[in-house]
């Protein structure tokens, strides 16, 4: 499965059609407390143990990879704010993921054409889409 999902992204996405190279910087963020699947913070550095650099370094792009996003949640259960969203499962975590992703991802932007984020669970979406409306 994962090599035909790489094929598809270096066939569809990756592939230039012109001879310049587009520089790709790659952040992994293992993050997984946003839903209860164990595993899904091993990803990131699966990909990149199982080939993913390699294959993607044959789609014309120059690779950057800025390792694993670090990120702390000083919070502990006496200070932890209240969630005012119920659905959403260890709040602090959440936020402390995702506020420390958004400006990684400026910072990746600054030195590249593009970024690709290795997750980790659903829930780094909310981070990629919130600084996608902060700089609209």
Known sequence: MFKNSANTIMRNYAASRTNTSKRLGILGVPFSKGQGKKGVDLAPDFLRDNGLLRMLSKCNVNISDYGNLKYESHITREDRPPNPYKKIKNYAEFMACNKALI????????????????????????GRCLYAYKIM
């Open 103 to 126: 400006p990684r991802i400026s910072e990746i932007l600054n030195e590249n054409d593009m970024f690709l984020i290795l997750g980790g669970d659903h829930s780094i979406g909310f």
